[in-house]
């Protein structure tokens, strides 16, 4: 190869994320639905790292819904849902209730006209799914899930440079999600009557992330132990696409895994540290094993990564949209139909689907 065209070949680097200050984004009035954990992140970075506000929490116990008001400062506290879907101060429900509840309690909030923010998964299976997205639509209301990992500018930074043909054609993908959590962690993740396991809280990470870079799989391989009240424990997936490109995902709640991702391509590859699906580092890495460039976008200890998702739903309620443009209706799912066949295959079930 001449120097000439050596010259002519374009430097590789990574692109820039083009995601915008989350406290940039027009100030909403939040109202959250189940004072746990995940609305405990929700409510924080709400706080600290948008324009917006929390201003109404609803539980079934009134007795945690004021506990939880006066830890964030809260105006109001509800004892029910269906107190909170109707207070008029809310501009928007998020839905932080247990799997299982998703699909109710987001119908609940869009029947008393509320746009609906619903943590991940979105739902139990795909037929819930549509139930809300179709339910969203025809009352023409904002409907999001709370996938935060795809709000953030890390993975937009992977979407860009997967689009641009950074890396190449990509090939392979490779991600994990496996925490300690079992038997040891929360017990809705051991309970299926609240769809718990390993695949819904954990695996459905890397699942969204294979789809953020590769789409619908056309096939998909799924292997998974299950614990003795029958919610699964470890799950491993083999994804394929029509380019021929696989995707090798895994999820345990177990033991600790890396929690870190790879996108390789025919001329190169994208590396995320762990846990890829937080704010983390991003690394261009040549075919040599040379990293090319690396990208920080987000992180440290004073990010708020919940602040992302919050701010892309201020930001399309502004505009009136009925999707987030991060996480739109297809990608969720995309998702849930490949959890779906996952959950088939693995032989998971939950009471009441």
Same mark, same amino acid.
């Given at each position: ?85 109707? %207070?008029? =101060? *809310? $501009? @928007? ?10 699909? !109710?309690? &987001? #119908? /609940? ?118 614990? %003795?009240? =029958? *919610? $699964? @424990? ?10 021929? !490109?696989? &995707? #090798? /995902? ?104």
């Amino acid at each position: 190869m001449s120097a000439a065209e050596v010259g002519a070949i374009p430097a590789l680097k990574l692109p820039e994320p083009g995601v915008a200050d989350p406290r940039d984004a027009p100030a909403i009035r939040w109202g959250i639905l189940g004072p746990g954990g995940i609305a405990r992140a929700f409510a924080g970075a709400v706080r600290d790292g948008t324009a917006s506000s929390v201003v109404a929490v609803g539980s079934r116990d009134p007795g945690r819904a004021r506990a939880f008001a006066d830890e964030f400062g809260i105006d109001r506290a509800h004892g029910s849902y269906a107190e909170l879907v109707r %207070d008029d =101060g *809310v $501009d @928007a429900v998020y839905i932080a209730s247990p799997h299982s509840e998703h699909h !109710a309690h &987001a #119908l /609940l909030a869009i029947a008393a006209g509320k746009p609906v923010l619903v943590e991940k998964a979105f739902t139990r299976n795909t037929v819930e799914a549509r139930e809300v997205l179709d339910a969203g639509r025809r009352a023409g209301l904002l409907v999001a899930e709370a996938m935060w990992s795809r709000y953030l500018p890390h993975y937009a930074v992977v979407r860009r440079a997967v689009a641009d043909g950074v890396i190449g054609e990509v090939v392979h993908v490779v991600a994990d999600h496996s925490q300690p959590l079992y038997p040891i962690g929360p017990e809705r993740l051991a309970a299926p009557e609240l769809a718990g396991g390993a695949l819904l809280d954990l695996g459905v990470y890397p699942v969204s992330f294979a789809d953020l870079v590769l789409g619908a799989p056309t096939g998909v391989v799924a292997r998974g132990t299950s614990t %003795d009240r =029958g *919610v $699964d @424990a470890t799950t491993g997936l083999l994804l394929t696409y029509p380019s021929g !490109a696989q &995707a #090798l /995902l895994s999820a345990s709640m177990l033991g600790a895994g890396p929690c870190t991702a790879t996108v390789t391509g025919t001329l190169g590859r994208l590396e995320l540290d762990g846990r890829f699906y937080a704010p983390t580092t991003v690394r261009l890495v040549g075919p040599d094993g040379a990293v090319i460039d690396e990208r920080d976008v987000g992180s440290g200890p004073q990010v708020h990564g919940f602040a992302y998702e919050a701010a892309e739903f201020a930001r399309s309620l502004s505009a009136g949209a009925n999707e987030a443009p991060s996480m739109p209706h297809a990608a969720t799912l995309r998702v849930m139909e490949t959890m779906d066949e996952v959950r088939r295959q693995i032989g998971v079930s939950y009471p009441g689907e």
